[in-house]
């Protein structure tokens, strides 16, 4: 329950604190009167007390609009936190009016002594102060104060402790509780961007992490990057991906955060059974994707990500530097926090962005006055937010980008997106330097098949492509043919082909293939073309596997010793020749095998007493359960729920109850008291036959120690 | 999204598609702050560096209209990392400045001081500094301002260097206009390196760089130290110089290898400055030599290492850079940037297109097929043995001989790396050879000889290779090269297809360049080097194999 009440304080702004807070220090009201205790617009705290309702942090009772009783204790932190320091109300407050007189005839120490203690939480320790003294005996300020019940004891479950009551706080303060309006979230400074300038940056930052993102991928699918064995990713590995990238290494964790986020690359073993990192088979719909599309992906995956990357390279606090993709680097805060940005940057008007220095400052101010609770890292938080924001192109120049505004408002910002890209082209420029340049984002197909003919020189907006003989021979290798390269050449060419590539991949294909290589097993060779010629020509060679390779060479596929064997069947007469060329000769030893393990004997005699041991053990232990569950004493009846939610019952009513306890020397008596607090096992009640301003009225009962509990009074 | 003719990739490339019709405004617009990669016939390469920026920088434009001018033109959305990038680069130059403090000397002075604190613990740059004399201020000693300048461009805080000249003695030079003005733009470079101190003007061949060191050296009137590449450039810059100033002979001096004049305007070779003997430099006593007041470095690109470490201890002394690109093949751009000075002039496209940077040349590789003898001495030869093997085949005279005879009556040039060759060529082709143990005078023979058209089939070694220019050239043959660098390879070949003057029928002469390599060796692989530099330069480029060479469709190209 607790819990569940910080989960919805922590959804409320500053504002909606402060108006809970005001109805904690009413204790018991009415809309009308709250609107007069807090320092806001009435619609403001109308609304806001919906809302509390609807959250059940408030309630309406019969008797008038309550806080949920716990809810005053959750309320911690200071003013930022939209806790006023003001104490609850007593249960009989004095008039104002009796209270200002009484405080305007205060000497200047008392009174600066009351201030002091309000602006500081409203409670104090009574050290050396007398209590119960009449005002004219008193003599420090703060017996006066305490004789002029400004302040009261706590209660007794705080010895020593003084608090002043609400009332008198809400006096000091005109009566209102705080002394500033509650209802004025922090303005973002903001300041207008031309509309060329981050509408370039942000677009141009889309494409750039869209494209290296597949870069990335590509690339990490023919050379996997070793996993550590956290599963994080080295930082040895983040620098050769950020130098392949050609991009920072913060940027370079982002790229690949994001990546694993968005679920483009997971962990799979190596040919050595190392964990390593590679492109999943969503990679592959992915990259058939169009790139307003893929980047949606990627944004939304960024969006929902918990994941700090912010944090790689930083030390932790163990001093180990953090590793990308570790799965502690994570604050559950993040999303929230990314999600806080946008909408603020949203709010901003069209073209207005983070005014320079003194943008992200405010920007951390309204987040927190919207989530002023939690978490403490915020101001890390929402500056990471903003500063990857802008590498994945959300934002450029600090505004928001229309598609970005679009995945903020829930909406698919791929077509917003489309629309801003430049189209992709169909044609190179092939020019004799043998570079190919392609004017603009190049169409997926050709772009793959351009790959395999040609290395990727320069990347962004446009891509340069050089032809080498490597990139040509590894077109040839992958099944290309010289006239279909030429033909692609030709085809994908806006420009007439220059000399030196039609010569180069002519010049390439000539050489390709020269030297051939093939799978055997042993080899024969002979001086003696025709012994060799017969032996390929044999009936019953064909078993043999073999292939001739030269007049004086065959291959075969058979093992060395089983060749050998079969070569004799065929009456030839082979010798081994060494892999240094000469032949080796000798006895073939005999065969033996391994001396077998002697087991153990049986011995008849020696089992059966093992075994009578074991039944008698087993007997044994069932028997010694038995007396064990006999000589349990039965379970006490536990407190059961009824209990509890009886006293919690009670605590909301503010109703009094008959409890049937056990004390400390066993004797069960009964009590009617008045519950306030159920925590940690305990119960905290005054008993309902005790004065109003008795402070030892308040006790304390074990909660497993009540038996019974039974409403009495107006249930 | 425009339809700029830019494409700005992450990888600080630039991509200019030359037939849209903004491709010229575009050029002229981020000419100042791009550097020119690649110019191939269809997109040209241009690649942001920090060192472009701060030239930028140091030219006077801003980040703003950096990225302005990128937005502008480009065809899709800039990376906004690039963008902020560029901003932050060119931030930093600037913040450290190197003045001439009345009491304490040299000093580096900020206003930024978390970046003078920042420099002050970096270890490069400890030795060189001296006391704190403020919060903003240190004080350097006089001799480290070369080397501070380029350990802060290391660091990347390269400093402003506004500590002044030291005048110099002082020395009249004028220009002698007769018959001849300075051009608009040369008169433009000389202006904007004077304005600036010390610096680099870029401009293409036959531009008139001489000319522009001579304007230099009219706006000093001191003694200057002229840097060289070689003993016939030196003539060349002496002719020239004798032509268009006031100087006389006697007040312009040789200092090579044969002569060693130190006059008031000395023409030095960067092989004698850099020549060492023991392990010391003889001829270092040449840059104090003279109380000069202006340094002139001709090719500034292919200034040797030694040089930059002698200019370091030159820094009160002005410089001037001469070159047709920044980009050089070993990466010291930096030190170029940090010692000599920053590029104070580039000239227009426009103009460069006017002088025919791109010559009408065309440009063949004609492989041959070894036999299968030669072929086997190769594969089991020793690696360093290789590249000789195969640039030497006797194959190849046969080549040289039908493409001589094909060009018949056309000036032609053959040139090789190994003298053997060299020796057997001449000897089936029955020409002159010129070769490093060629005296000097028989050298100049010969080239007059070729230039004015007596001769018509020359043979040289590697010792054409700078700065000699034979505008008669028509064809080219090489049979062997030194295997190195591309870039020294592109220099001959760019000093050899000088585009001429235009024939009678205004049209220009096309020059024909061949390059006979072995197939399947090397000397293939060095080929294609010098294939990818020359198509990234602009030049048509083909292959064609030997056995092909006889039809006649290859002749007409």
């Known amino acids: ?715 | 999204m425009s339809d700029g003719p830019l494409i700005v990739q992450s990888d600080k490339s630039l991509l200019l598609e030359v037939d849209h019709e903004q491709a010229a405004e575009c050029r002229k617009a981020i000419a100042p702050f791009a550097e020119l990669e690649r110019s191939p016939e269809h997109i040209h390469t241009y690649r942001l560096t920090p060192l472009g920026l701060w030239n930028a920088r140091a030219a006077g434009h801003d980040a703003e209209q950096v990225v302005d001018t990128l937005l502008s033109y480009s065809r899709y959305p800039v990376p906004h990392a690039l963008l902020v990038d560029v901003a932050e680069t060119m931030s930093r130059y600037g913040r450290l400045r190197l003045e001439k403090h009345p009491t304490h000397g040299l000093v580096l002075a900020s206003n930024d001081r978390p970046v003078l604190e920042e420099v002050l613990r970096a270890k490069k740059v400890a030795g060189m500094l001296g006391n704190r004399l403020d919060d903003d201020t240190v004080a350097v000693h006089p001799s480290e301002r070369g080397n501070l300048k380029q350990a802060l461009l290391k660091i990347g805080w390269p400093a402003e260097d506004y500590a002044g000249y030291v005048d110099g003695e002082a020395h009249p030079i004028e220009l002698a206009e007769d018959g001849w003005t300075l051009r608009t733009y040369q008169a433009e470079a000389a202006e904007s390196f004077w304005h600036g101190g010390s610096g680099v003007v870029v401009l293409p061949c036959g531009a008139g760089k001489t000319i522009v060191g001579a304007a230099a050296m009219a706006e000093a009137r001191a003694t200057t130290l002229i840097l060289v590449t070689n003993t016939v450039s030196a003539r060349q810059w002496k002719d020239e110089l004798l032509r268009r100033t006031s100087l006389t002979e006697d007040e312009i001096g040789e200092y090579s290898g044969t002569v060693k004049e130190i006059r008031p305007v000395t023409i030095a070779t960067y092989q004698v400055v850099t020549t060492k003997r023991k392990g010391v430099y003889p001829h270092l006593e040449l840059f104090d030599a003279r109380d000069w007041g202006l340094i002139v470095y001709d090719e500034v690109h292919l200034l040797p290492a030694p040089i930059f470490r002698m200019t370091a201890d030159l820094q009160a002394r002005r410089r001037l850079g001469l070159t047709a690109t920044l980009v050089r093949e070993d990466g010291r751009e930096g030190d170029v940037f940090s010692l000599i000075g920053p590029k104070r002039y580039d000239a227009p496209w426009k103009d460069i297109e006017a002088q025919g940077w791109i010559a009408p040349a065309d440009c063949i590789e004609v492989r041959v097929s070894l036999p299968d003898a030669s072929r086997m001495a190769y594969a089991t030869s020793e690696p360093e043995e290789r590249y000789r093997l195969a640039a030497c085949t006797p194959e190849k005279v046969k080549v040289v001989r039908d493409l001589v005879t094909r060009h018949a009556g056309q000036p032609t040039l053959v040139i090789g790396q190994y003298l053997e060759q060299l020796d057997e060529l001449a000897e089936a082709l029955d020409a002159p050879m010129i070769t490093g143990q060629t005296p000097v005078k028989e050298r100049q023979r010969l080239f007059n000889g070729f230039r004015s058209g007596e001769i018509g089939l020359l043979v040289v070694s590697k010792v054409a290779n700078f700065s000699i220019d034979l505008p008669s050239a028509e064809v080219a043959i090489q049979v062997s090269g030194s295997f190195g660098s591309r870039q020294e390879e592109a220099q001959r070949l760019g000093r050899l297809l000088r585009p001429g003057e235009p024939g009678p029928d205004g049209e220009r002469k096309i020059a024909h360049f061949y390059t006979i390599v072995s197939r399947d060796t090397v000397d293939a692989e060095f080929a294609q080097n010098r294939q990818r530099f020359l198509a990234e330069q602009g030049y048509a480029y083909r292959i064609v194999d030997a056995d092909d060479l006889g039809a006649p469709s290859a002749d007409q190209a």
């Open chain 1, 1 to 715: 329950m607790r819990n569940s009440i910080a989960r919805a304080l922590d959804s409320l702004t500053r504002g909606e604190l402060s108006v809970l807070d005001a109805l904690v220090v009413a204790g018991q009201t009415n809309e009308s009167e709250l609107v007069t205790l807090v320092d806001a617009d009435p619609a403001f705290v109308v609304a806001t007390v919906r809302r509390l309702v609807d959250l059940a942090l408030a309630w309406e009772s019969p008797e008038g609009l309550r806080p949920l009783s716990v809810v005053g204790d959750s309320m911690v932190g200071g003013v930022e936190a939209g806790v006023s320091g003001l104490r609850p109300r007593s249960a009989q407050p004095r008039p104002a009016a009796e209270l200002l007189e009484v405080i305007a005839a205060l000497p200047s120490g008392a009174r600066a002594l009351l201030d002091h203690v309000v602006d500081g939480g409203s409670t104090a320790k009574s050290g050396a102060a007398r209590i119960g003294l009449r005002p004219e005996d008193a003599e420090t300020p703060a017996e006066l104060l305490i004789a002029h019940r400004l302040l009261v004891p706590a209660g007794s479950l705080q010895p020593g402790l003084l608090a002043v009551p609400g009332e008198v706080g809400l006096a000091l303060r005109g009566g209102r509780t705080t002394t500033a309006p509650v209802d004025v979230a922090p303005v973002v400074a903001a300041e207008p961007r031309s509309a060329r300038l981050t509408g370039s940056a942000a677009v141009g930052a889309a494409t750039d992490v869209v494209r290296r993102t597949g870069q990335l991928l590509e690339w990490w699918g023919t050379r996997p990057a070793a996993a550590l064995r956290t599963t994080g990713l080295g930082v040895r590995e983040l620098r050769a991906t950020a130098a392949h990238l050609q991009v920072s290494e913060p940027e370079a964790a982002l790229v690949v955060e994001v990546a694993a986020e968005a679920g483009l690359i997971g962990t799979r073993a190596d040919t050595d059974g190392n964990p390593v990192w590679v492109p999943t088979d969503e990679f592959d719909r992915w990259r058939d994707l169009p790139p307003a599309e893929q980047w949606t992906v990627l944004a939304r995956a960024w969006l929902a990500s918990p994941r700090l990357p912010s944090l790689v390279g930083e030390r932790g606090p163990d001093q180990k530097p953090w590793n990308a993709l570790t799965p502690e680097l994570a604050a559950s805060g993040m999303p929230e926090a990314k999600a806080m940005v946008l909408a603020v940057l949203a709010g901003l008007p069209e073209g207005e962005g983070l005014a320079a220095g003194t943008g992200l400052p405010s920007l951390v101010a309204r987040i927190a006055w919207e989530r002023p609770r939690r978490p403490r890292t915020r101001p890390d938080l929402v500056a990471w937010a903003v500063a990857e924001a802008a590498v994945l192109g959300l934002t450029g120049a600090d505004v928001l980008s229309p598609y970005g505004r679009a995945l903020a408002r829930g909406e698919d910002p791929a077509p917003v997106l489309a629309a801003l890209l430049p189209p992709p082209v169909d044609h190179v420029l092939i020019q004799a330097d043998l570079t190919a340049v392609a004017p603009g984002p190049l169409e997926p197909d050709l772009a793959r098949r351009l790959q395999q003919v040609a290395d990727v020189e320069s990347q962004g907006a446009a891509t340069v492509y050089r032809f080498t003989p490597a990139s040509v021979r590894r077109a040839l290798d992958s099944g290309w043919t010289t006239a279909e390269v030429h033909a692609f050449v030709l085809a994908a060419s806006r420009t007439p082909v220059p000399q030196p590539l039609t010569y180069l991949v002519d010049d390439v294909a000539r050489s390709f293939g020269r030297l051939r290589v093939g799978a055997a097993t042993s080899f024969i060779r002979s001086e003696d073309e025709v012994a060799l010629a017969e032996l390929v020509n044999h009936p019953r060679s064909a078993g043999l596997g073999l292939q001739r390779l030269a007049p004086t060479v065959l291959v075969s596929s058979l093992p060395l010793d089983l060749l050998l064997a079969r070569l004799r069947e065929l009456g030839t007469a082979p010798v081994v020749e060494g892999p240094d060329g000469v032949v080796r000769v000798g006895a073939t030893e005999g065969l033996r095998a391994r001396t077998p393990r002697t087991r153990e004997t049986t011995d008849a005699a020696r089992s059966a007493a093992r075994q009578a041991a074991h039944i008698a053990t087993a007997v044994r232990t069932v028997r010694q359960g038995d007396e064990d569950a006999r000589s349990r004493p039965a379970s006490a009846s536990a407190p059961g729920g009824g209990v509890l939610s009886a006293l919690r019952d009670a605590i909301e009513r503010r109703g009094a109850v008959l409890i049937g306890f056990t004390d400390n020397q066993g004797v069960v008596s009964e009590r009617s008291v008045q519950p306030l607090v159920v925590e940690g096992g305990q119960l905290t009640a005054r008993d309902t036959d005790a004065e109003a301003d008795d402070p030892d009225a308040e006790r304390r009962y074990a909660v497993h120690r009540i038996t019974r509990v039974v409403p009495v009074g107006s249930a």
